[in-house]
């Protein structure tokens, strides 16, 4: 469903993004993990492209993302995406922010709009939250309303961008058990994240970063049980991390 | 330094009905009137070009920039008499405007350069995270700032927008220049016919103040009706 | 739509515009250093713990900054000769109008340049033995001062524009020397063409040099 081929990104002369190979099926749960600043972050946005790429081809459900004839809104509103910020708009309340795209962007009327945001919303466990405005919620019911907020449009992938790095450790767990579900269900997705249980638990596909270059791209089985097989770079971050844990 | 007031001469007759209090009023209201439209026009093209200043779009940008230099470095003053004496001269039609069309034009396009500087930072302060939040959902170009970006832009910059407005009142008394019958007009001439100077300019100048006070009070009001409940718009 | 130009000549030039050229800078260099030194004592006052200090100069800003900057220039002119029992002349009113106008500008930019240096530096004043004063003077104020030196600059392109304004009471500034021109030949269109231009390269000039000195205390910090 998302293919890259050869992806190559530079800001200046600094290389973000060194010559990316790989693709994602329909239900497939990638993680992806790596020192900061090795570019996963960078490589998710192209998905939807927010980062634009000078190099290679990204091709998102049969449609070329660096085509001028493509008409990005309408392919990003097929994409979800999670914030590790959970940037919701802070003007809008918590309903308001579950339609705004709907209305706008799928052309959805208003009351459709809501009765999808409401579903959502009671999916992440936040119903009762609907008429609050995002600086009277807490962060990680602020990131379930982001989760929901994707949600509603439909997506035919979800991508998380640290979604629980910005977030007090008592309310991580709430915003795990979230995507977990997700992922049950059948979600197709794309989670960079720090939390190594989370990963193991979630997806059967891991694919390791550093300094622009995805350096493994393989399955959970192989990138927790078996370091001996990672490269010398995999494995030292495996450890440090494994460590701080 | 010895100095008898005397305010009798207001209801002078300076023919037919109207007194000096009855022409004090009237200049009041042309103050107001080209307070409020200075304020409008600058409003829009503030926004507007503001707006161009933060798109990715190299030729709006430099717009934007090349306005906002214009309006700014040239003193009001000289700006009025642009309009006055020079741009009729390359538009006739403008010729056939009334003066405080021109006048407007003139507060409105300066204060623009500056109304333009407020969006810029406000919109500049959001966090380029809030803008991939708008277009990852598929907002376009215009919803995003429609819908995400101004809403939150604009809150911030109230106040500055209040202090603007207020420089609007008082910069209006420049339209003297081409003798329209504002305060700043009104309190040089009767100054001239009555020689009471001190009463005269008391009076206008606590009008302006007023004048001021009010807005920053409507601004008061507006800032409380669109507060945003727990809400501080700082940049993370 | 044709404009001649060829009235404009350097005899022109030296005998009507750069006296008011020459007044203009004048009138924005002594108001700016009467300003600032004026300015800076009245952010002082405004940050004495002491209300009889404390009081009076808030007055005076908010009041001057309440009106219109030709109805400061109209008091002054009407309130020196009643004051002092005989008229100084237009030039002369300016200068004192423009002090005392801008004094409550800069003072409340060098109000918030106090403001925005730490409280700890006044402390480690007092701890090595200096007086308020000294403290101030040496510690405090140079460092407020160069904080907000580009603000103090902008605050002064603003003036200079400004200067326009003595316009009200006819005294002869760059704006005015255009003016005589402009009636003398009869050609507003070209003169206030002109005027406008030589304003603008003017101030352009100077916020360009502005931004530059802005990158270079940016630098510094």
Redesign the interface.
């Known amino acids: 469903m998302i293919e890259f081929k050869n992806v190559s990104k530079w800001y200046g002369n600094f290389q973000v993004l060194n010559n990316c190979t790989f693709s994602i099926q329909k239900g497939d749960v990638v993680v992806i993990c790596g020192p900061s600043g090795s570019g996963k972050s960078t490589l998710v946005k192209t998905i939807n492209a927010l980062e634009s790429i000078q190099q290679g081809e990204i091709i998102v459900d049969g449609i070329k993302l660096n085509d001028p004839q493509t008409n990005l809104p309408q392919l990003r509103a097929r994409v979800g995406m999670v914030f590790q910020n959970f940037e919701l708009f802070p003007h809008l309340n918590v309903i308001e922010n579950l339609t705004l795209a709907q209305i706008k962007v799928l052309g959805r009327s208003k009351d459709q709009a809501i009765t999808y945001g409401l579903k959502y919303l009671e999916r992440v466990g936040l119903l009762s939250q609907k008429d609050k405005f995002p600086g009277q919620l807490s962060g990680g019911q602020q990131q379930r309303v982001a989760i929901a907020r994707a949600l509603s449009m439909d997506p035919i992938i979800m991508l998380f961008d640290e979604p629980t790095s910005a977030l007090d450790p008592e309310m991580v767990g709430e915003v795990l058990d979230v995507i977990v579900k997700l992922a049950k269900e059948g979600m197709t997705m794309c989670v960079i994240t720090h939390e190594m249980s989370f990963a193991k638990n979630l997806s059967k596909r891991v694919i390791f970063m550093d300094e622009g270059k995805i350096v493994e791209d393989c399955s959970k089985d192989k990138f927790f049980g078996n370091p001996d097989l990672l490269s010398a770079r995999a494995k030292e971050f495996l450890s440090k991390i494994l460590r701080n844990n | 330094?010895h100095?008898t007031f005397n305010w009798s001469f207001f209801f002078k007759s300076i023919g037919g009905k109207e007194t000096y209090l009855t022409w004090l009023v009237t200049a009041w209201e042309w103050t107001l009137t080209i307070s409020f439209f200075g304020f409008l026009v600058a409003f829009i093209l503030g926004a507007i070009v503001g707006i161009f200043r933060t798109t990715n779009n190299k030729y709006l940008v430099t717009f934007g920039n090349i306005w906002t230099?214009?309006f700014?470095?040239?003193?009001?003053?000289?700006?009025i008499?642009?309009w006055y004496?020079?741009i009729p001269?390359?538009i006739p039609i403008i010729n056939k405007a009334p003066r405080i069309v021109l006048v407007v034009m003139a507060i409105g396009l300066f204060t623009s350069s500056r109304v333009s500087e407020n969006f810029k930072s406000g919109i500049q302060s959001l966090s380029i995270a809030q803008k991939h939040a708008g277009l990852a959902l598929g907002l376009n170009t215009l919803q995003l700032y429609w819908y995400a970006l101004l809403p939150q832009a604009i809150r911030i910059i109230i106040p500055t927008l209040t202090s603007e407005a207020m420089n609007i009142?008082?910069?209006?008394?420049?339209a003297?220049?081409i003798s329209i019958a504002e305060l700043?007009m009104f309190?040089?001439q009767a100054?001239e016919e009555t020689a009471r100077?001190?009463e005269i300019?008391l009076v206008?100048?606590v009008l302006?103040?007023i004048s001021?006070?009010a807005v920053n009070l409507i601004s008061q009001f507006i800032e409380h009706k669109i507060k945003i409940p727990n809400q501080t718009f700082v940049k993370q | 739509?044709n404009l001649d130009f060829s009235f404009f000549t350097l005899n022109i030039i030296s005998n009507f515009i750069i006296k008011g050229l020459l007044f203009s800078i004048k009138l924005t260099l002594v108001t700016l250093v009467c300003g600032l030194i004026i300015g800076t004592m009245i952010a002082m006052m405004r940050l004495s713990k002491f209300k009889i200090l404390n009081y009076p100069a808030l007055g005076y800003v908010v009041l001057i900054r309440?009106?219109?900057?030709?109805?400061v220039i109209?008091?002054v002119f009407?309130?020196i000769p009643?004051?002092i029992g005989k008229s100084i002349g237009s030039e002369n009113s300016a200068y004192i109008t423009y002090i005392v106008f801008e004094s409550a500008f800069y003072s409340e930019i060098m109000r918030s340049g106090i403001q925005s240096v730490k409280k700890e530096q006044m402390q480690a004043g007092y701890a090595v033995g200096l007086t308020y004063f000294q403290s101030m003077r040496y510690i405090i104020l140079p460092q407020a001062f160069r904080n907000m030196l580009p603000v103090i600059l902008t605050q002064t392109?603003v003036l200079f524009?400004?200067t326009?304004?003595v316009?009200?009471i006819g005294a002869y500034d760059l704006?005015k020397g255009f003016e005589i021109v402009?009636k003398n030949f009869n050609r507003?269109?070209e003169a206030?063409?002109i005027?406008?231009v030589v304003?603008?390269i003017i101030?352009?000039s100077l916020?360009y040099g502005v931004k530059l000195t802005q990158r270079k205390v940016q630098i510094a910090k």
């Open positions: 330094m100095y230099e214009i700014r470095n040239i003193p009001l003053l000289v700006q008499f642009l004496h020079v001269h390359f009142i008082k910069n209006s008394s420049v003297f220049a700043t309190a040089m100054q100077g001190i300019y206008v100048s302006y103040f001021a006070f | 739509m309440s009106l219109p900057f030709v109805m109209l008091w009407i309130l009643l004051v392109i524009q400004d326009s304004l316009y009200a704006l402009s507003p269109v206030y063409l005027a406008a304003y603008f101030c352009f916020s």
